[in-house]
């Protein structure tokens, strides 16, 4: 699996920006998606997951009632809507795709890693 990941960029706090990460190969509704950012000098962070179908989803704390992750299998995509957006949101911005039905806050458990977006949210 091949995922790239789009739709970085820079915004204001308090705005909005979506994230898409596009999936090659035929079995994406196979595969459980998460979202993991890394800020500058620092580790990289879970954010959110979704399971195969997209019934269930979990997220980080600090994004809760914030963002939203969603898929689209038909499409091969999955989605992480971001609102009211905070300065620490800044960071680069990777799917991955776990070969298991849950999504996963555990980084170890995913098997394929997309090239990143950043996101630059201003004050």
């Given amino acids: 699996v091949q995922l790239q990941a789009s739709g970085g960029g820079l915004v204001q706090a ?26 500058p000098g620092k580790e990289r962070e879970f954010v959110a997951a979704i399971s195969w179908s997209g019934g269930s989803t979990n997220y980080a704390d600090s994004v809760k009632g914030r963002f939203t992750i969603s898929r689209d299998n038909a499409k091969n995509t999955v989605y992480l809507q971001m609102n009211s957006l905070k300065p620490e949101d800044t960071a680069v911005y990777y799917c991955a795709a776990d070969r298991a039905p849950w999504g996963t806050s555990n980084a170890s458990e995913y098997d394929y890693w997309g090239q990143g977006t950043l996101v630059t949210v201003s004050s």
């Avoid at 994230?19 to 190969?25: D, P, Q, R, T, W």
């Avoid at 994406?28 to 998460?34: D, E, I, L, T, V």
């Fill in 14 to 39: 308090g705005g909005s920006l979506r994230l898409s990460c596009a999936a090659s190969g035929r079995t994406f509704s196979r595969y459980a998606m998460g979202w993991y950012r890394q800020a």
